[in-house]
Each structure stands twice: as structure tokens, then as C-alpha cells.
């Protein structure tokens, strides 16, 4: 595969010493805390205030596996890990949007409040049917 090259002289010119991952990161105080609750899963992303995603984590992601994703227990320990996350970058506020109908939606919130988050607002955006379109005519044998 070829010659290996062997260079010898002082260290000095290594590549220079990485900064910490965490200095990269850009620091917010406040942010959108995103909930979509269904019967089967609980997805959870943090925002920052412009809706672009610095953090996100399912009930899945973190080892629950079949029926117990979609139940309250599991979407607590996803918040609580967000929640930790969402400290060490420097969130200290966010405003909550909720989705879906399953069990996790206000366990969630409770265990993200519990970390010492402080809550402002909490949206309810579950999509609500209003009868939709007209359905197909009956059929004919």
C-alpha cells in the first residue's frame, strides 16, 4: 500500500488543541420545548426561539420498547434527560407546544418542569377533524 512516512521534529506542528464540544454549541436562554404524543411513541424535540432543533429524543431512542413507549413513565424520562441537556446548553425558559392524544402529554411537562425549566406558555396543537371531505358513494353490486 506504499511507504509510511516517518516525520521526525518537535510536536509544534500538531494540529492545535481542540476547544470543548460545549464552547461550540451557541448558548440560549429561552427556547420551544416541542411534545408530539401518540398511543404508540412520545417524540419531544427543544427549539431554539427560532424553531431550529438543538435537541431531540423518543421513548424509543432511550430503550423503551413495544406498549411501554406510549406510556406516561416513558415520555418522563425522555423530558427529564431533555430537560438535562437543555441546562447544560443554557436554556433556562421555554414555551410549550403539544401535539397528539396519548398518555405521555402531561407527564412530559410535569418532568420538565421538574428539572428546574421554567414554563411560559403551553399550546395545544393537536389536529382536530372538522367532518372533512365528502365520502365516496356506496357501492353497487
Same mark, same amino acid.
Not at 430503550?63 to 413513565?73: D, L, M, N, S, V
Not at 434527560?81 to 405521555?104: P, R
Given at each position: 500500500? +506504499?511507504?509510511?512516512?516517518?516525520? &521526525?521534529?518537535?510536536?509544534?506542528?500538531?494540529?492545535?488543541?481542540?476547544?470543548? @464540544? =460545549?464552547? $461550540?454549541? @451557541?448558548?440560549?436562554?429561552?427556547?420551544?420545548?416541542? /411534545?408530539?404524543?401518540?398511543? !404508540? !411513541?412520545?417524540?419531544? =424535540?427543544?427549539?431554539?426561539?427560532?424553531? !431550529?432543533? #438543538? #435537541?431531540?429524543?423518543?421513548?424509543?431512542?432511550?430503550?423503551?420498547?413495544?406498549?411501554?413507549?406510549?406510556?406516561?413513565? @416513558?415520555?418522563?424520562?425522555?423530558? &427529564?434527560? #431533555?430537560?438535562? $441537556? @437543555? *441546562?447544560?446548553? +443554557?436554556?433556562? &425558559?421555554?414555551?410549550?407546544?403539544?401535539? +397528539?392524544?396519548?398518555?405521555?402529554?402531561?407527564?412530559? *411537562?410535569?418532568?420538565?418542569?421538574? $428539572?428546574?425549566?421554567?414554563?411560559?406558555? /403551553?399550546?395545544?396543537?393537536?389536529?382536530?377533524?372538522? !367532518?372533512?371531505?365528502?365520502?365516496? $358513494?356506496?357501492?353497487?353490486?
Amino acid at each position: 500500500m +506504499g511507504k509510511k512516512r516517518v516525520t &521526525e521534529g518537535s510536536g509544534d506542528t500538531a494540529a492545535p488543541a481542540a476547544k470543548p @464540544a =460545549s464552547s $461550540k454549541r @451557541a448558548r440560549f436562554s429561552s427556547g420551544m420545548f416541542y /411534545i408530539q404524543a401518540t398511543y !404508540n !411513541n412520545t417524540k419531544m =424535540s427543544v427549539t431554539d426561539p427560532k424553531g !431550529n432543533v #438543538l #435537541l431531540w429524543s423518543t421513548a424509543g431512542a432511550i430503550g423503551f420498547k413495544g406498549a411501554k413507549k406510549g406510556t406516561p413513565f @416513558a415520555s418522563a424520562k425522555v423530558a &427529564e434527560m #431533555l430537560a438535562d $441537556k @437543555a *441546562i447544560e446548553m +443554557g436554556i433556562k &425558559e421555554v414555551d410549550v407546544v403539544v401535539k +397528539g392524544v396519548g398518555a405521555g402529554r402531561e407527564s412530559a *411537562i410535569r418532568a420538565f418542569a421538574s $428539572k428546574g425549566i421554567a414554563i411560559g406558555t /403551553i399550546k395545544d396543537s393537536t389536529p382536530v377533524p372538522h !367532518n372533512g371531505p365528502r365520502p365516496k $358513494k356506496p357501492r353497487r353490486v
